[in-house]
């Protein structure tokens, strides 16, 4: 067989040990699904934020634009229109999946957190964890929820009522303030740096259980199988 143990009799201290190897084997290789799933959640929310900022980033460039005082109203309402759909591409943003689950919406992951274009105005969102056990004892939180990253209904820096208030100041003449654009983009900005901070130490975590599966797989090969040679 090429195996040294086939009874307990045959070395009860190496079974002993060959069982604990083997159980702490198969929990490796649960850590190591989770933290493949962690880190699958992780990306995801990692590349949606990118996208959210780039549409910010021109959001704000629209903003400066639309403040000076040079352009005509249609001009400004053709920007307002710009606007409008830009806040339509941070709602779909917000409403991304993976796998089928809701990234920005807690627990409840088969609802979209913003299912239609007025739910900024209440808070329709989960705030739930969505949590991985990556490591004996260690836990990470992977998603990111939906008041982090654009505020709640009452917030008065809420990003989807700073949008709207921009597009309607352009078609009215109102003053426009980049104050509220700026912190809406320093949120997104930081949760995406926490998230990214999370990517890490998932990796750190994947990478040790991977090189601790060896070393207990070499471990248990010496107990378990045969020296040719020296058989």
Known sequence: TGK????????PNGVSK????????AANE??????????LWLDETDQTINDMVNVMQRVRELAVQGSTDTLSDPDKAIIATEVDQLTEQIRTFANSTVNGNSLFNGQKTKESPYPDKDSYKTDTFDTGAKSFTIADGVVVQTNVTADKLFGNAADNTNLFQTLNNLADGLRSGTPISLENIDKGMER???TQA??????????????????????????????????????
């Open 188 to 190: 997104i900005l930081s």
């Open 4 to 11: 040294q143990l086939h009874r307990p009799s045959d070395d």
């Open 30 to 39: 649960q850590y190591e699904r989770n933290t493949n799933e962690a880190t």
């Open 194 to 231: 926490e998230a990214g901070a999370k990517q890490n130490r998932v990796e750190a975590v994947a990478n040790r259980i991977k090189d601790s599966s060896i070393e207990l797989q070499s471990m248990l090969s010496k107990i378990e199988d045969v020296d040719y040679a020296e058989a």
């Open 18 to 25: 060959a069982m604990n190897l083997k159980s702490a084997l």
